[in-house]
C-alpha cells in the first residue's frame, strides 16, 4: 500500500463490518468488500500488503485498491456498495405489459381474423401506451409472458 493510504476502522466500523460478514442477508460482492477492508485494517497492527489482503480475499489486487480507494475517500457507505447504474429508466413497465397482454386477449378488430404483431403494435399506440413500440418489441414481450397470438 502506498504512504497516507492505508486503512484504519473505527471500533464502530469494525463491528459493522464483522457483522455484515456473518450474515447472508447482503450480496456477495459487499460480503468481499467488507472482508477487504477488514484485512486492510492497520488499526490492529497488521500490515498487510495488497496482494495479501487480495489473496485471502479470493480477488484481484485491483479490487482491494478500488475498495480501500471508495472507502479513504467516500468513507463505508462507498467502499461496500454500488452508487447505481446509469441509463434510462425502462420504458416498458409491467402495467404496459400486462396492457399488451390484456390486448392481444382480447378479440380481433373488425375485419381481422386475429392479432398481428404489427396490428397489436399499431394499437398501442392508438391507445395511447406507448409513444413508440416495434412490432418486435410486441413479439419479444408477447414470448416473455408465454402468450401466443392463436393459431
Not at 468481499?32 to 489482503?53: C, F, H, N, P
Not at 447504474?85 to 399488451?100: M, N, S
Request: positive net charge.
Amino acid at each position: 500500500m502506498g504512504k497516507h493510504t492505508h486503512v484504519e476502522l473505527t471500533s464502530e466500523q469494525r463491528t459493522e463490518l464483522e457483522q455484515l460478514t456473518r450474515t447472508g442477508d447482503a450480496p456477495a460482492r459487499t460480503h468481499a468488500r467488507a472482508r477487504i477492508l477488514l484485512l486492510s485494517d492497520r488499526s490492529k497492527g497488521q500490515k498487510r500488503t495488497d496482494q495479501e489482503v487480495a489473496d485471502a480475499a479470493l480477488c484481484s489486487k485491483s479490487t482491494v485498491i478500488n475498495v480501500r480507494r471508495r472507502f479513504l475517500s467516500g468513507g463505508l457507505q462507498p467502499a461496500l456498495y454500488d452508487k447505481g447504474w446509469p441509463g434510462a429508466p425502462p420504458k416498458f413497465t409491467g402495467e404496459v405489459e400486462a396492457k399488451l397482454t390484456m390486448l392481444a386477449c382480447s378479440d380481433a378488430p373488425d375485419g381481422a381474423g386475429r392479432w398481428t404483431l404489427r396490428l397489436l403494435a399499431e394499437r398501442m399506440i392508438e391507445l395511447g401506451y406507448v409513444d413508440y413500440i416495434s412490432h418486435v418489441t410486441v413479439r419479444e414481450r408477447l414470448k416473455k409472458t408465454n402468450s401466443s397470438l392463436g393459431g
